[in-house]
């Protein structure tokens, strides 16, 4: 097999394993969530990603690991990460896994409406007709009789709204800082924002040493889930990638199954299926302009 297809067959494997680890984590939130407060949650996936990346990164790179020319644009992009952690945890305690990781997923679609607003990029007729398609999709799991309650919806949104702020200030960002940087950034701010914010939902039932090592797999997941996204880019271009995010639906569905004794239903799943292909139409769109544009 030639060089360039191991590769990109390894990048791929990256990319699912990634994605493994992302539906992972928003599984044991919801499980542990019955318990915790979702801050905690959200200051352990934080605290346990930041000590990882301090323990097999920080004695190679040093201050490098630091060095921006933005850290105000740095600090602002990791609370949006942050934002999306606790509003989607939330989201997840009070839904079903699969349905509300597609819920989450029309945030590309938001990234298409705020680009054109923020970063003034154009916008095709093709464009506006993938998008609306993605919001149909999300009505079609948020409808009425569905598996999604008001409050969860709500926490979702936000999530998405956060989520798509923060791949924005990601397109801002990525041509002039370091990929590996950003990355300790938003393990950085997200720790020390939760630890200064511990005082006012510190309390509960103290965690034994299951729950402690589950809180701590939230960082485990998150940290090793997002090396393994950024080594995947390493290997193969992001629009052959970019399709292979919506694994993490798949595996939403597979644990939602397994632990928690849900599956979507019919129309749930044609919402997912109207989301997914909405997004990967957009990705395509995108690639074909930078085609024709070099």
Known sequence: MPEA??????????????????????????????????????????????????????????????????????????LMLTGTTGFSMAGFSMMPLAES??????????????????????????????????????LLIARPGGALNMQGIIWMSLAAACYAIYQIQTRQLSPTENTVTMLFYTALVGTVSMTLAAPLYWGGPTPDWIDAALIASLGIYGGTGHLMLTRAFRYAAASFLSPFLYGQLVWAMLLGWM????????LSVAGMAVIVGSSVSIALMERFRQTRMR
Not at 33 to 44: E, N, R
């Open 5 to 78: 297809h191991r590769k990109v067959g390894f990048a791929v494997l990256l990319m699912l394993g990634a994605t493994l680890c992302f539906a992972a984590l928003d599984a044991t939130s919801k499980h542990l969530s019955k318990t915790y407060p979702i801050p905690m949650m959200v200051w352990g996936r934080y605290t346990f990603h930041c000590l990882m990346m301090l323990i097999f990164l920080a004695p190679s790179m040093r201050l490098q690991l630091v060095a921006t020319t933005r850290p105000v644009a740095q600090i602002v992009r990791a």
């Open 101 to 138: 990781t597609a819920f989450l997923f029309v945030t590309p679609l938001v990234v298409v409406i705020l680009s054109h607003y923020l970063l003034k990029e154009s916008i095709t007729g093709a464009h506006w007709i993938a998008v609306l398609a993605g919001f149909f999709g999300a």
């Open 259 to 266: 632990f928690y004794e849900h599956l979507p239903d019919l």
